[in-house]
């Protein structure tokens, strides 16, 4: 079974300071792993995702992750946040075969202060 | 192109009332799913359709919930004799699926569940 842990239901950050948003996954088998993000009052968007090759992955709005298979975990950066980055981040899994359905995290809500 | 399409935005019904939630999936998606997204609760799998395969239902939390998807195109998600505790965002999402080839899924703006 695939499941997903964020840790930190709440990050704030400074304008300008690093953005860290923690995720790790437990799967039978090597996962597919995404970040989705949610602007108030919309729907989610798919930032960035992890299928094979380069475990360095950008996404948009300058959002990276990375896995890492020996710490099972797949964390968000950004470099230095800014205020339109405030919104609620989940992580999801889905198994590389089978169904395309994913399994989400309980999100993190992304405050950043002036 | 236009995008996922739920319908209302809103709902306000009384405990033991039935409803009907409505989506709309972008043209061309084979695959449609629904999550409740509940506070504190993060997105929870509720049901998936592909194509014109059985869908996997394994995410309704009870007999109450239902779902069905007409046409391959739009679905509607059925919650009869509504709780309080089914109060919650429910999200559609659809995709291009093909089994085991990631495809993003699109999702909708969620309607919004409030039973009094």
């Known amino acids: 079974a695939q499941s997903v842990t964020q840790l930190g239901s709440h990050v704030s950050v400074s304008e300008g300071a690093l953005v860290l948003l923690r995720c790790n996954y437990s799967?039978?088998?090597?996962?597919?792993l995404f970040w989705y993000v949610q602007y108030p009052n919309q729907g989610l968007q798919l930032l960035l995702k992890?299928?094979?090759?380069?475990?360095l992955v950008k996404g948009i709005n300058g959002f990276e992750a990375e896995f890492k298979k020996s710490e099972t975990s797949f964390h968000l950066t950004k470099p230095s946040a800014h205020m339109s980055d405030a919104a609620e981040y989940f992580c999801?899994?889905?198994?590389?075969?089978?169904?395309?359905?994913?399994?989400f995290g309980t999100g993190t809500r992304l405050t950043v202060i002036p | 192109g236009a995008g996922v399409s739920q319908s209302p935005s809103n709902k306000v019904t009384e405990k033991g009332k039935d409803v009907e939630l409505r989506c709309d999936p972008i043209s061309g998606h084979t695959a449609l799913y629904w999550y409740r997204q509940s506070l504190g609760q993060g997105l929870e799998f509720l049901i998936y359709f592909q194509g014109n395969s059985a869908p996997d239902k394994s995410g309704l939390p009870s007999d109450r919930f239902s779902a069905e998807r007409t046409g391959g195109s739009v679905s509607t998600l059925t919650i009869q004799r509504t709780q309080q505790e089914d109060s919650a965002v429910y999200l559609c999402a659809s995709s291009l699926a093909n089994r085991g080839i990631n495809s993003p899924l699109h999702f909708g703006n969620g309607t919004r569940l409030t039973v009094t």
């Open positions: 992890y299928t094979t090759g380069a475990t």
């Open positions: 999801a899994v889905k198994k590389q075969t089978g169904a395309n359905n994913l399994f």
């Open positions: 799967s039978s088998v090597p996962p597919y």
